[in-house]
């Protein structure tokens, strides 16, 4: 007798945005340039897949031997090695704004369109990024994850919150840099979710700046987004011609200003996501299909970053 899947928690975050709808479909909001789209040859993509996958491959074997080097040192090969992860899958990446001083701790905020999100982070501001617990036993990359420095936070766990928080908390007080999606899921790049504040109490605790970036694509064919499988996403990247992401690095906000963490929350999401941004205030709203972070697989990518409640 088959299982019904069990219903997703109500505070878990879901994005209206669907493989069906939006950039995920159409990876050009304009009809005239929809169609006039045409997606790279596949001898050209199945050759971009093939460097992406190995590029991760080569960070996976060499991790063992840079995970024990210096901070400094472990996060300039971290940002090498994930620049060419994005650029193996044919992805241009551009950096705008002033990037801030090393070793200042800070909690990273960014709005959330795809897995390329992660290494396009890291390829700019590495740090400890924020992962759901179930990330950890993963064959390869949950032992990849732990090394890395991941912080993994229990989704389901409510009660286990205020720990995680410190834990995050406690990374900022060592001079850290935590890197976090606090929309909670993935959306298509046009539209956006509500920052969950739940993770800026460890910026208050601590007095620690915020650095908001946003982070865009064009074309968007990068989003994944609902039901999308990480197969056809990957796909859909290596085929979509001149793919650039750029990673806007935004004015900091510091936490002194705003020591309330909804306060803080609002402050970086006016910040990340302006016009024409539709933040939706209500994540339910409009009744969304079961985000990607929300779908019960046995594949890993079915989720690619921690949901956060408020």
């Known amino acids: 007798m088959n299982r019904a899947a069990p219903a997703p928690s109500p505070w878990l975050p879901t994005a209206p945005c669907t493989p069906g709808r939006h950039c995920a479909a159409h990876p050009d909001p304009v009809p005239a340039a929809r169609a006039a789209f045409r997606p790279a040859p596949a001898v050209l993509a199945c050759a971009r897949l093939a460097a992406g996958l190995a590029t991760v491959l080569l960070g996976v074997v060499l991790l063992p031997v840079v995970g024990p080097l210096p901070a400094a040192a472990r996060y300039a090969l971290v940002r090498l090695w994930t620049r060419a992860v994005v650029r193996a899958f044919g992805v241009r990446l551009i950096v705008t704004g002033v990037l801030p001083g090393s070793g200042r701790p800070a909690l990273v905020v960014a709005n959330h369109v795809s897995w390329l999100d992660v290494p396009v982070v890291a390829a700019v501001l590495p740090g400890r990024m924020i992962a759901k617990r179930e990330v950890r036993g993963w064959p390869v990359l949950g032992p990849l994850a732990a090394l890395g420095g991941t912080l993994f936070i229990d989704r389901d766990g ?69 039901e999308d499988p990480l197969g056809a996403s990957l796909w859909r990247v290596v085929r979509t011609p001149g793919l650039t992401v750029e990673i806007r690095i935004l004015d900091p906000i510091s936490a002194i200003q705003y020591p309330d963490r909804r306060l803080l929350a609002a402050a970086a999401q006016q910040a990340v996501l302006p016009a024409p941004y539709r933040a939706v205030a209500s994540d339910s709203a409009k009744r969304p299909s079961v985000s990607v972070h929300q779908r019960v697989s046995s594949n890993p990518a079915s989720a690619n970053s921690a949901r956060t409640p408020s």
């Open 158 to 226: 409510l009660r286990r919150l205020p720990g995680t928080v410190r834990e995050v908390a406690g990374a900022l007080a060592g001079g850290g840099r935590v890197i976090v999606f606090p929309e909670g899921s993935t959306w298509c790049g046009r539209d956006g979710g509500r920052f969950r504040p739940a993770l800026f109490q460890a910026a208050v605790d601590t007095g620690s700046d915020i650095q908001p970036v946003r982070i865009g694509y064009r074309p968007e064919g990068a989003a994944y987004v609902g």
